[in-house]
């Protein structure tokens, strides 16, 4: 359905996703129902209490548009994620560097994996 957000998209293309989330036909004048619309309710996982309230307050009171939510949207993806991003930006940019990640990971793995398979075998009787 692809029914997701990649937040490790490229800033336009994060954009272009969230510029395509579902919203109804209030005009923009209008009162919106924040409980209702999907963009509100990303951004209520996200942001702050504070900031969850003025976002209401705003839907709620009319003159603000989904264009507008969905723009504060993608600031709030971008400046949430934002070391994560960079972080994976610069794994996807050095393939040395990343499978040297994934070998410690991998070794950590196999080392904890052991362990807790020595444990099983002691307690089952197979020494």
Do not use: C
């Amino acid at each position: 359905y692809n029914n997701y957000i990649d937040i490790f998209l490229p800033a336009n293309e994060l954009y272009k996703v969230v510029k395509k989330i579902k919203s109804d036909s209030t005009p923009l004048d209008q009162p919106k129902n924040p409980d209702t619309d999907i963009t509100f309710q990303l951004y209520s996982l996200l942001a702050s209490d504070e900031a969850i309230a003025e976002m209401r307050r705003l839907y709620e009171g009319g003159n603000y548009g989904y264009g507008t939510a969905k723009k504060v949207l993608y600031e709030l993806l971008v400046e949430r994620f934002v070391t994560e991003r960079e972080r994976f930006a610069y794994y996807m940019d050095n393939d040395d560097e990343l499978e040297a990640e994934l070998r410690a990971g991998e070794e950590k793995a196999r080392t904890v994996a052991g362990r807790t398979m020595q444990r099983v075998r002691e307690r089952m009787g197979f020494r």
